[in-house]
């Protein structure tokens, strides 16, 4: 799938899917040397972060378990409303294990600085996250992400796992929405 495919949808291509490869490569790279020997378990955030774990952990070499929870804190609009929700849990426990969180995007931070505090209460040994992007202008709460791929504008964005209203998510890049799309 190409840009052209879209018409005239989105407005511009942020990240391309070489630069997201090239970035996988590096973070992968780091997370081997501070995991190294220490079983972490990856968990993804539903829907938006399949991509990410998936490309991310065929890059790692060790077998790493995998889980997936799925929160909500929007619904089809643009705007975090600050509410999480838990629409997915984990089927497994972590009382004592590192847990490293896979994420598509940190926005207002939200949605992760509820899941770091959900997932100490129930006794992980470590929490960490990794994120593919970042929008720094947007925290509204402190996170420190051990993993970044890329800080990016505060403009809302779609591709490689992120969608507008469930839609643009299997995009191999990262695009800007043109405005049309979503009124602004
Ligand atoms: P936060 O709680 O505001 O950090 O928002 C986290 C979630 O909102 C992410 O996991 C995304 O699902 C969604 N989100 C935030 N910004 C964008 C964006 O620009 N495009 C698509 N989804 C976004
Ligand atoms: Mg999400």
């Known amino acids: 799938m190409n840009v052209s495919d879209m018409g005239t949808d989105l407005d511009r291509v942020l990240i391309t899917e070489d630069q997201l490869n090239e970035r996988l490569d590096q973070i992968a790279a780091e997370i081997n040397v501070d995991y190294a020997g220490r079983n972490p378990l ?23 378990q ?3 929870m799925a929160v909500s804190s929007y619904g089809s609009g643009t705007k975090s409303s600050g509410v999480v929700r838990i629409l997915k849990d984990l089927d497994c426990d972590v009382t004592g294990r590192d847990i490293l969180i896979v994420e598509d995007i940190i926005d207002s931070g939200l949605t992760l600085s509820w899941l770091v505090s959900n997932l100490t209460n129930r006794g992980a040994k470590s929490v960490e996250i990794a994120t593919l992007l970042r929008k720094p202008e947007a925290a509204k709460v402190e996170i420190n992400p051990r993993y970044i791929g890329f800080d990016i504008p505060n403009e809302f964005v779609v591709g490689y796992g992120l969608d507008y209203a469930e839609r643009y998510r299997n995009l191999p890049f990262v695009a800007t929405l043109a405005e049309h799309v979503y009124g602004g």
Not at 53 to 60: G, M, P, T, Y
């Open 66 to 68: 995998m889980e997936w």
């Open 42 to 64: 990856l968990l993804g955030v539903l829907k938006g972060a399949v991509y990410v774990v998936s490309d991310l952990s065929r890059r790692l070499n060790f077998s790493a």
